[in-house]
């Protein structure tokens, strides 16, 4: 069984339905009757999704654990398509360009960092068999020209292909393809706004128009199933998925968060969807009936778990609040016995759900999805890994000339500039050589290793000063490589010229905002300041060389 593409693009895939219907906070799930069980069938397909990509090629190496990387997305898809499972890979959300690097000063002098970052992704998505995309707001960060040109290197379709006219933005595409022997109809809908954006009744409302006609165009051309691929705030994606008929599945993009949530019941449709930045991949194994004609049973173990996880809290929570109620007189032995009942409910739901088997066997319209975390264990895919090198090299080479005659702003008047670290180790050897052993000590030799160290969105905490008047620039760090004294304690000039003056000190006890420019959640996923400045105490730093 295998693809056949034929047409602009696509996705895919199919299904719907919840699994038990369970009282619980986020809401009650529609009560399905259970397929036939049967013995367990190969997969009619299989839909594997990235949302919110944003041109991430590989992770921030100074994570712990960095999570994700085209190259291990590669890698798994591969082995994901080795049991000969068809394969519909599909993106939504901003796929090509993120956030302006932080060592850009605008997103003009980072214009060939990133376009060639964008060119390299789809070369990559080619390479690796992208189906079809639904793009994002930022895919429109350096204008929709350079949209149009990336798009015409791709081989995957883009749905839709560019924004709306005038001040409806919002568009959307439609395609009917094959996956094996079915037919799948794709519908791309992106609304071209932000996470926080939200369309007003009028605009939403032709939005759903647009996207049910192509909706319906695809089931009439006979689509076994049908996805949309959507990218927008989280408030249209439930309420378009919401209002939807004939579709089966949802990825939503555009959100810019990583978490990655169960499936989810919405109206007629599942609605999935797969973090950011290529974190981690989305996986849903599609069964199909000989007719069709059944709803689609959610036998996700992803679900259950999570449905279990929610039913233990609320049996908890109620069990605290008997225990509070029985030994309170004001309240009614009627009510107390019904709350007795509610918890024996939750518990009997609870014990269905952890008594069924983890796969359940189906015979019917069914899906099992789950997330799969591109952690380091994950091989990678040298070939793809090669074109990112490429790509880091060709930026450094690039960047090293470019940014050539970039100098740092001078001081203002009387103003303390940058000496770098060195000029401190006459006064303060024992600081400057446990500096030399630490990791801030040798920051920017990790970046020479990689081929980083002019790349923009990596240089910038790698060094002492940068962009700071009297500092440093991306190629201008003469004496401020590393994450140096004056990263901490601010630039050095004025207290070396006297070192006892009151009026030359410098900052003894940098605050958390410090830290905070470059320790970030993205970059830095362990800090936490306390923690972090208690090791940074060590005698001759922070604390008396001698104790006597």
């Known amino acids: 069984m295998r693809f056949r593409y034929r047409g602009v693009a696509w996705v895919v895939f199919s299904g719907l339905l919840g699994l038990l219907c369970l009282p619980i906070a986020c809401g009650e799930r529609d009560q399905r009757a259970a397929p036939q069980v049967a013995e367990r069938a190969q997969p009619a397909l299989r839909l594997v999704a990235l949302t919110d990509i944003s041109g991430y090629l590989e992770p921030c190496g100074c994570q712990s654990r960095p999570l994700g990387g085209i190259d291990r997305a590669a890698a798994k898809l591969a082995a994901l398509r080795a049991d000969r499972v068809p394969v519909l890979f599909v993106a939504a959300g901003d796929l090509l360009f993120g956030d302006t690097p932080e060592g850009a000063r605008g997103s003009a002098q980072a214009t060939a960092q990133e376009t060639w970052k964008a060119e390299t992704m789809v070369e990559i998505l080619n390479r690796v068999g992208l189906a079809a995309a639904a793009p994002g707001k930022r895919d429109l960060s350096f204008g929709e020209p350079e949209l149009q040109r990336l798009i015409g290197r791709s081989t995957f379709a883009w749905l839709p292909a560019k924004p709306g006219d005038g001040t409806n933005r919002e568009a959307v595409g439609g395609w009917l393809g094959h996956a094996g022997e079915h037919k799948v109809g794709v519908v791309g809908v992106s609304t071209f706004e932000g996470p926080e954006a939200v369309l007003p009744a009028e605009r939403f409302q032709g939005l759903r128009e647009l996207t049910q006609a192509q909706i319906d165009k695809l089931r009439a051309a006979g689509a076994r199933v049908v996805v949309v691929l959507l990218s927008s705030d989280q408030r249209t994606g439930r309420r378009l998925t919401g209002s939807l008929h004939g579709v089966d599945f949802v990825v939503q993009g555009g959100l810019d968060d990583a978490q990655a949530n169960a499936p989810s019941t919405v109206g007629a449709g599942t609605l999935l969807r797969a973090g950011r930045q290529g974190q981690g ?28 996880s929610a039913l233990q809290a609320s049996i908890g929570d109620l069990s605290q609040r008997i225990a509070t109620w029985e030994h309170d007189p004001k309240v009614q032995p009627a009510s107390l016995q019904e709350q007795r009942s509610k918890l024996n409910t939750l518990r009997e739901q609870l014990e269905r759900a952890q008594r069924a088997p983890p796969v359940p066997p189906v015979q019917g319209n069914a899906f099992s999805a789950r997330y799969e975390p591109l952690t380091v264990e994950q091989s990678r895919d040298k070939t793809i890994g090669d074109v990112i090198h490429a790509y880091d090299a060709r930026v450094n080479d690039h960047n090293r000339v470019a940014f050539a005659d970039l100098k740092p702003a001078e001081p203002a008047a009387g103003a303390a500039r940058y000496v770098g670290s060195n000029a401190c180790q006459t006064c303060h050897a024992p600081a400057y050589t446990w500096w030399t052993q630490h990791p801030h000590g040798h920051a920017y030799t990790t970046l020479e290793r990689a081929h980083k160290q002019f790349n923009l969105s990596c240089v910038g905490c790698h060094v002492t ?9 991306v190629v201008h760090n003469e004496g401020l490589i590393h994450v140096g004294c004056e990263s901490c304690h601010g630039p050095g000039s004025r207290h070396i010229a006297q070192p006892r003056a009151a009026s030359t000190a410098l900052t003894k006890q940098p605050g958390e905002a410090v830290c905070k420019q470059c320790h970030t959640p993205e970059h830095s996923d362990l800090f936490e300041f306390n923690a972090y400045v208690a090791r940074l105490r060590v005698k001759g730093h922070g604390l008396p060389l001698s104790t006597d």
């Open 281 to 308: 991949l989305l996986v849903v194994d599609v069964y199909l009936d000989a007719k069709g004609s059944t709803p689609f049973l959610d036998v996700s173990e992803w679900t259950r778990r999570e449905q279990s």
């Open 465 to 473: 000063g940068y962009d700071q008047p009297g500092g440093s620039t």
